[in-house]
């Protein structure tokens, strides 16, 4: 069992930046895959980028690609988002999710363990 934790999350200018931070419970932490999701108003919930267990390869969405980096620290237990030249397209709630599977997947079935999610607003 995981449990994740996101924090970072605000209202920001478009251009802006903000870096969330997802931290999870456990000791296992380096055995899970794992991503950021989002999801806006009326909309359904998207992938956004993500992170093997070592590290080693990153993921992501045309849509944030050169704008977003992904990282984390094993030894804290945490993700990192950062998120450089905000849009107000970007506006929604993000999640933080742990995939215990051998090979990175984007599906959200892939995901067996959830956030509760951290606000993002760009205000333009």
């Known amino acids: 069992q995981v449990q994740l934790v996101e924090s970072g999350g605000g209202l920001v200018q478009a251009g802006g930046s903000l870096r969330l931070s997802c931290t999870a419970s456990?000791?296992?932490?380096?055995?899970?895959?794992m991503g950021w999701f989002r999801q806006a108003p009326g909309k359904e919930r998207e992938f956004v980028t993500g992170?093997?267990?070592?590290?080693?390869?990153?993921y992501y969405a045309d849509s944030v690609k050169g704008r977003f980096t992904i990282s984390r620290d094993n030894a804290k237990n945490t993700v990192y988002l950062q998120m450089n030249s905000l849009k107000p397209e970007d506006t929604s709630v993000y999640y933080c999710?742990?995939?215990?599977?051998?090979?990175?997947?984007?599906?959200?079935?892939?995901?067996?363990?959830w956030g509760q999610g951290t606000q993002v607003t760009v205000s333009s």
């Open positions: 456990g000791r296992t932490f380096s055995s899970y895959n």
């Open positions: 999710a742990a995939d215990p599977s051998t090979y990175y997947r984007t599906d959200q079935g892939a995901f067996d363990y």
């Open positions: 992170i093997n267990r070592s590290g080693g390869r990153t």
